[in-house]
């Protein structure tokens, strides 16, 4: 079930910072809270693969094309970020790039097409590379592709 499907309130990231460049992201339109360490971002609505409530997180991103790439890096950890798991569920999701809010699928990149972007990625945000040297699991990528 997608998320704009739901009703009721969307639940913003446990992480307090995450949530307040969230809030400020939504509560502006777009306008403001739109970067992080001078990194585009977007917000992602997921639907929990458990509670099955709509979720919302701030996410860097890169472009491919049309599509918006995201990285799921969780900071170099050993476990992949829980909105990951969540479009591993449900890959029907709503994004907010800026001042645009749309539906959009998600889709994890196989090897190949992540060695064709992964250096793009890395361009726009060199910790990536830092942090897939850090961990034993292969950092997945993500297309968005709006529906």
Same mark, same amino acid.
């Given at each position: 079930? &997608? &998320?704009?499907q739901?009703d009721?309130?969307v639940?913003?990231?446990?992480?307090?910072?995450?949530?307040r460049? &969230?809030?400020l992201? $939504?509560?502006s339109?777009?306008t403001?809270g739109?970067?992080?360490l001078g990194?585009?971002?977007?917000?992602? #609505?997921?639907?929990?693969r =458990?509670?099955?409530?709509?979720r919302?997180?701030v996410?860097?991103?890169? =472009? #491919?094309?049309d599509?918006?790439?995201i990285?799921?890096?969780?900071g170099?950890?050993?476990s992949?970020?829980?909105?990951y798991?969540?479009?591993?569920?449900?890959? &029907?999701?709503?994004?907010?790039?800026g001042?645009?809010r749309f539906?959009?699928?998600?889709e994890?990149?196989?090897?190949? $097409?992540k060695a064709r972007?992964?250096?793009?990625?890395?361009?726009?945000?060199?910790r990536?590379a830092?942090y897939? $040297?850090?961990?034993?699991r292969?950092?997945?990528?993500?297309?968005? =592709?709006? =529906?």
């Amino acid at each position: 079930m &997608a &998320a704009e499907q739901h009703d009721g309130p969307v639940q913003l990231s446990p992480t307090n910072w995450v949530a307040r460049q &969230a809030e400020l992201y $939504e509560s502006s339109g777009g306008t403001k809270g739109t970067t992080q360490l001078g990194v585009p971002c977007l917000l992602l #609505d997921c639907v929990g693969r =458990r509670s099955g409530a709509v979720r919302r997180t701030v996410l860097m991103y890169g =472009r #491919d094309g049309d599509d918006y790439l995201i990285v799921g890096s969780n900071g170099g950890s050993d476990s992949h970020p829980l909105w990951y798991l969540n479009l591993l569920s449900e890959p &029907a999701v709503e994004l907010r790039v800026g001042t645009e809010r749309f539906p959009a699928l998600a889709e994890t990149l196989t090897p190949e $097409e992540k060695a064709r972007v992964w250096p793009h990625l890395v361009e726009v945000f060199p910790r990536y590379a830092q942090y897939q $040297e850090g961990t034993g699991r292969d950092i997945p990528v993500v297309r968005l =592709r709006r =529906r």
